[in-house]
């Protein structure tokens, strides 16, 4: 397979896509157009989405319904956005009053759109994660998770070679 070949069934795959649209190389569009010229539907914000070429084909009715219900997936995306990371926090031991609390903190004060909110709850989210994944590291005696990373990808390596 040639690399041409390999970067299609990447971009096919969807594995490139990320729960925050803001860091989602769709950008939250839904779609991605690769260095191939090609277009590739997100694995996580490509539902419910109108193919590009049928869009071309609307009627200005049909554009208008088009936009509204566009706009109202975006929000609907970034709710679920929200709810993701704010789960993980959740998820990772905090109260919802503690999570409530860390995003409003992360944000900053004053007024946010929802894609402000989206990277305060993922900004938590993922601190928390690193938190987590460092607790576990050094209750196995490592000196931080990085180090017990190594050690896993040694041990995958060695398991690799004895293939
Ligand atoms: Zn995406």
Redesign the pocket.
Known sequence: MNSMELEFRYMESGRW??MN?SK???G?R?YVLSDLDTWHK?S??GDGVVDMDEEEGMSDAEREAYVAGRKAAKRAMFAEAFLYFANAALAAGLSKAEVRAAVRLEAGPGEHSPAEWVDAADAVAGRLARDVAERAARARGYSCALEREWDNDAREERAEARR
């Open positions: 896509a990320e649209p989602c190389p769709c939250g839904g997100c996580v914000h």
